[in-house]
């Protein structure tokens, strides 16, 4: 069956930089879409990173131009890079897969927690 582990969540300082990996497994990689979804509680669970089956990346306007989001289909991994952190950036960071590009996220992690401190 299909597996996401997420890691590289932690507590951290506003304008400091985090990594999250994601490893998956039970799917043919290199067709899937991947996503980061940030979940707040008390508030709606908010796509805010993505990237196609080629490479092709598309971020929330919450992280645009301070996150990157890359794969690497020899490790099946997805990779979420984030700088100049901000405390409205604290959330649960849940990786997510869709099976093809043009289908939905059905697979989801258990996440990751970020918190940022002001």
């Known amino acids: 069956q299909v597996q996401l582990v997420e890691s590289g969540g932690g507590l951290v300082q506003v304008g400091e930089s985090l990594t999250l990996s994601c490893v998956t497994s039970?799917?043919?990689?290199?067709?899937?879409?991947m996503g980061w979804f940030r979940q707040v509680p008390g508030k709606e669970r908010e796509l805010v990173a993505e990237?196609?089956?080629?490479?092709?990346?598309n971020y929330a306007e919450s992280l645009k131009g301070r996150a990157a989001i890359s794969r690497d289909n020899d490790k099946k991994t997805v990779t979420l890079k984030m700088d100049n952190l901000k405390p409205e950036d604290t959330g649960l960071y849940i990786c997510?897969?869709?099976?093809?590009?043009?289908?939905?996220?059905?697979?989801w992690g258990r996440g990751t927690q970020v918190t940022v401190s002001s």
């Open positions: 039970g799917s043919i990689f290199s067709i899937n879409a």
């Open positions: 997510a897969m869709k099976l093809a590009d043009w289908g939905s996220f059905d697979y």
């Open positions: 990237i196609s089956s080629g490479g092709r990346p």
